[in-house]
């Protein structure tokens, strides 16, 4: 299995400042002739399910908001939120579909 | 848009099948979709269950592939799960979702049901 591995555990940030999260597996997710990454990123709010964000490693998602952003390939990745806002604070997640899909350990983006 | 909501008990005993349906409106099961089931401890990360096909044709996660089984009804407009033998480690909150992706693996989740808290005790 592909272990998706994020960091940090918690993060807490000023609001209007950036945060980054990070998300490393354990192999390659990059499809070398579709040259795609799949890797999805969920925010999940306490008592509610996943909300997908970004697919594809850096696209957004219909009606999410542009301060979220992913980008990188292969095996490291990054979910930005540029200028925290009071509804952001919720755990991430990272997904990887590209085999047997697993997800990474969850990030919880607090206020400072 | 499409939703889904969760339906079943939510207490089963230890070693009886755990069993869920996922109810989908405003789009049609039997339409060239996958539908996938992901499940959540109390407090815990996320765990992918499998993937279902209008077809019937699945995609289960090894760890739990012997015990599982997943169906679709496009009568009802339906997908369900069962997971036999079940134990405490399979308390969690199950979610349905729509999955979406390409040939080239396998499938991000788009829309999600609220989940359902199932819960292993005697």
């Known amino acids: 299995d592909i272990v998706m591995t994020q960091s940090p555990e918690s993060l807490a940030v000023s609001l209007g400042e950036k945060a980054t999260i990070n998300c490393k597996s354990s192999?390659?997710?990059?499809?070398?002739?579709?040259?795609?990454?799949?890797l999805a990123w969920y925010q999940q709010n306490p008592g509610q399910p996943p909300k997908l964000i970004i697919k594809w490693a850096s696209t957004r998602e219909s009606g999410v908001p542009g301060r979220f952003s992913g980008s990188g390939s292969g095996t490291d990745f990054t979910l930005t939120i540029s200028s925290l806002q009071a509804e952001d604070v919720a755990v991430y997640y990272c997904?990887?579909?590209?085999?047997?899909?697993?997800f990474g350990g969850g990030t919880k983006v607090e206020i400072k | 848009q499409v939703r889904l909501q969760e339906s079943g008990p939510r207490l089963v005993k230890p070693s009886d099948t755990l069993s869920l349906n996922c109810d989908v409106s405003?789009?049609?099961?039997?339409?060239?979709?996958?539908w996938g089931w992901v499940r959540q401890p109390p407090g815990k990360g996320l765990e992918w269950i499998g993937y279902i096909y209008y077809t019937g044709a699945t995609h289960v996660n090894p760890s739990l592939q012997s015990r599982l089984t997943m169906s679709i009804d496009p009568s009802k407009n339906q997908f369900s799960l069962k997971l036999r033998s079940v134990t405490a480690f399979d308390t969690a909150v199950y979610y349905c979702?729509?999955?979406?992706?390409?040939?080239?693996?396998?499938?991000?989740?788009?829309?999600w049901g609220q989940g359902s808290l199932v819960v292993v005790s005697s």
């Open positions: 979702a729509q999955s979406r992706g390409d040939s080239g693996g396998y499938y991000y989740l788009d829309f």
């Open positions: 997904h990887q579909y590209y085999s047997t899909p697993t």
């Open positions: 192999q390659s997710l990059l499809h070398p002739s579709k040259n795609k990454n799949y």
């Open positions: 405003g789009y049609v099961v039997s339409s060239q979709n996958w």
